[in-house]
């Protein structure tokens, strides 16, 4: 015979539908012995079956004809809204992508690489490569012997020339200057007119 | 055109078809469906108005997330589920606790010989922990089976169980006795 302490859990899982054969039998005998358990149990009993048979007011017919439209509606609705927020987010995604471009562009500096042999400092990254003396004076010599014509435009010379050597360059003087001091050369000495 | 709720057609069938494009079969889930979404807000949430703005959310989301609609439930498993969790966010974001009873949907029956347990059993219900009052609600409005009762509050379902014992634990000291007798604390 169950305590008065366990039989609310007994009802619970009477009320449920979970409780075994043999619970059940001691619920049965302890409510007929027990008037506050059995009271208890009928409360509980009657509050459950108030519930499943509360109804919920019928909004009415013309609400339910009209649901299905509001809801099309309302759909499409919210779809426009999110197709607005999506190209607001890419706007404000491409906004912040350039600005950032241009702050890295201004921020970043362009420290000048050594070239390996002693060769120089080396241009920009990403600008042409100032090269050695020697090497200069290879390349400017084949540019001018395929020149279209010895009054080709100064421009594309000057293009042949930035090849070489580009002004922007930091270092392109001493780039192409850089002379070992052992060696005493000078550059006024390698002139073809021979002076010096 | 107003879908026709007795179409032969399964939840499963409706819910292929929609994935495959046609628009209507959504419509006939709809139909088939929304009368019971809507009163499962009513008795969460006390009124018309909030009811039906549930009803309509809870659908609208559903025909969003369809596509992510795994089958692992069946589709009135996942609609009301979608609509309890509906309706618990709207509870919890109410300023002030408005007891059921005294939502004006809920003042309907001023007489009556159950009139008065009825609006007892309402505040006692809606003084229930919101997992308690779910899992009552679920069970005894709308004769769901544990299992289900389980998958829809996303717990295993001895805990559903569970819960449910301590729901009706809970009831029986909030409920005092009309024949004058003294009602226990829960």
Request: hydrophobic share 45%.
């Amino acid at each position: 015979m169950p305590l008065c302490d366990t039989v609310p859990d007994l009802i619970a899982r009477w009320l449920a539908g979970e409780i075994d054969p043999e619970s059940r039998r001691d619920l049965d005998a302890h409510l007929a012995g027990c008037p506050r358990c059995s009271a208890e149990a009928a409360r509980i009993r009657d509050a459950l079956a108030l519930l499943e048979r509360d109804e919920v007011p019928d909004p009415g017919r013309l609400y339910w004809e009209s649901f299905g439209s509001r809801l099309r509606a309302r759909i499409a609705a919210s779809a426009r809204r999110r197709s607005l927020l999506r190209l607001a987010a890419i706007a404000a995604a491409v906004a912040v992508a350039v600005a950032g471009l241009a702050v890295f562009q201004v921020r970043v500096p362009t420290a000048p690489r050594r070239l390996p042999d002693g060769g120089g400092v080396a241009g920009p990254a990403g600008s042409p490569r100032a090269l050695p003396v020697g090497e200069a004076d290879a390349r400017l010599d084949e540019l001018l012997r395929d020149a279209p014509a010895p009054d080709a435009v100064l421009s594309d010379l000057d293009a042949m020339l930035d090849e070489i050597a580009p002004l922007d360059a930091p270092d392109a003087a001493e780039a192409l200057g850089r002379v070992p001091p052992d060696e005493g050369h000078t550059l006024v000495e390698e002139l073809p007119d021979g002076h010096g | 055109m107003q879908a026709d709720p007795d179409s032969r057609d399964s939840d499963d069938v409706l819910v292929a078809r929609f994935l495959r494009g046609d628009e209507p079969a959504f419509d006939l889930l709809v139909a088939r469906h929304r009368i019971a979404v809507y009163r499962l807000g009513f008795r969460f949430l006390g009124s018309h108005e909030e009811a039906d703005d549930l009803a309509q959310e809870a659908f609208m989301r559903a025909y969003r997330s369809l596509r992510g609609f795994r089958g692992e439930a069946s589709f009135r498993t996942w609609i009301t589920r979608i609509a309890i969790n509906l309706a618990l966010k709207a509870r919890r974001s109410r300023r002030a606790t408005v007891p059921l009873d005294d939502a004006p949907g809920m003042q309907s029956e001023a007489a009556g010989p159950d009139a008065a347990l009825k609006r007892q059993v309402r505040l006692a219900v809606g003084d229930l922990p919101p997992r308690q009052r779910q899992i009552l609600l679920l069970k005894v409005y709308e004769g769901m089976k544990f299992t289900e009762i389980a998958q829809i509050a996303g717990i295993s379902i001895g805990t559903a169980k569970a819960t449910f014992f301590q729901a009706v634990r809970s009831l029986r000291g909030r409920l005092a006795p009309l024949d004058g007798g003294q009602g226990e604390g829960a």
